[in-house]
């Protein structure tokens, strides 16, 4: 059966883009009537403190979860109600004039003192532009930045089995601006925007924070200098310890860990045999078996040839010379051999997240200064 919305979306075709837009604006007013309506009855519910009898800490709260709705429309909604029912902007959202967003920015500006020359200079702007006046009307003294300086906080826990760290914090407002730049400055220069394996927002700035941390790691304090031979961060791993009776019937899924007694997983063990030696810690059944190195380093002479005939990160699209590596295409774990043609130069983001921590391999048929990648048809090789 055909209904009317399909019989007038069949038909759609032969109205104007004018009557379009109209049609949109009057249903933004409508919502905004049925937002108002939403206004009232929830003033009513906090007048009769249902948010305290339902076990809820705020109005904003048994919005979000009554309402099913994101806490920012249910902040607004809470707000609103707590606004004066004959305020201007509470009226013109009944009679449908503004829509619900203007309303309540417009109602938080006026709650945040603006004049009513600038109430009326902020119906003739976009509502993201009220948002910057409200900020800009918002009182906040000496006492309120103290506090909200006294309260920055970094907290970082591991999981029970170590292999995940958990990081979360708060700063004032300017210090947080500094550090979200400094991190997405950090990750634009590790990966191009244009690249097809580039990581969400999160992730970007996940990674710029470790590379920060190698960076500092490796940097003498004092001097400024890089730290001579292979660095801190890479010395902070640089020791594992393998318990033969977990590890071999795992294939080096357990039984590996840092001499901190950090959980090494075989992505983690596979990439620090890339980059070179490591020392090794065997026990077997309790008993020390061997202690030696495992891996081995590309020839200097070799790592020096190949990262001056690539002059970079040699993957398709990417200018990045950061922490520059030779990897190789067959790796040696299958034959690969130290030869400069199975060796190709990769910076550290498509070297350490898309090689050995997603799996990816380089597709050798792949021209040599444009390496492309192959996605994972298995799990990574066990080292």
Known sequence: M?????????????????????????LEGLAGQVRARQVTLLREIDVRQVPDADGCVSLKQWATGRLDVHPTTAGE??????TEPTSPEIEALTGGGVSFDRAAACARLRAAGASEDTLERSQGVA????????????????RDETEAFTQRYLYAQFSLDTSWLQVHGGLPG?????VLAGLDQRSDRLVSEHDEQRPRLAQRRADALVTWAMDELDTDLTTGEPVDGEGRSHRLVGSI???????????????????????????????????GTIDVTLVDNGQLKAVGKAGSKIPPKTRRYVLARDGGCTADGCVSRYR?????????SHGGSDDPDNLVTLCWFHHHVVVHQRGYTIDPDSPPGRRRFTPPTRAPPHT
């Open 2 to 26: 055909e209904t009317k919305a399909t019989h007038l979306d069949r038909s759609l075709g032969q109205v104007s883009t004018d009557a379009i837009e109209q049609e949109l604006a009057a």
């Open 77 to 82: 909604l809470a707000f609103l109600a707590k």
């Open 127 to 142: 509502v993201t532009q009220i948002r910057r006046l409200i900020n800009q009307h918002q009182l906040t003294t000496r």
């Open 174 to 178: 300017v210090d947080g601006e500094r």
């Open 241 to 275: 310890f393998i318990d033969a009776t977990l590890a071999g019937p795992t294939r080096g899924q357990a039984g590996a860990t840092t001499l901190n007694g950090l959980t090494v997983g075989p992505n983690t063990l596979h990439e620090l045999l890339c980059g």
């Open 324 to 332: 520059l590596q030779p990897h190789h295409i067959l790796e040696r």
